[in-house]
């Protein structure tokens, strides 16, 4: 069987701890942050750990991570 590939434009995004949590940056944190709080602005540039509907279909994307 061949090897799977891995799909780019996810790895680019998110990635799997060691402990299998799927981590990712927050959205809303690009543009229009001029009336969003300090507070909410610093809690975004955090890593957030998916949800776990979407993470059967992340870890598709990426099989070896």
């Known amino acids: 069987m061949p090897k799977m590939k891995t799909h780019r ?3 680019k995004r ?3 701890t060691k ?3 799927v981590v990712a940056h927050h959205a809303y944190a690009s ?3 001029t009336h969003k709080s300090k507070k ?3 809690n975004l540039r955090k890593l957030r750990v998916v ?3 979407a993470v059967r279909k992340i870890r598709r994307a990426l ?3």
Do not use: D, N
């Open 63 to 65: 099989p070896y991570g």
């Open 19 to 21: 402990r299998g949590k």
């Open 9 to 11: 434009s996810s790895a």
């Open 31 to 33: 543009h229009l942050l």
């Open 40 to 42: 909410r602005k610093r």
């Open 14 to 16: 998110m990635r799997i």
């Open 51 to 53: 949800e776990p509907a």
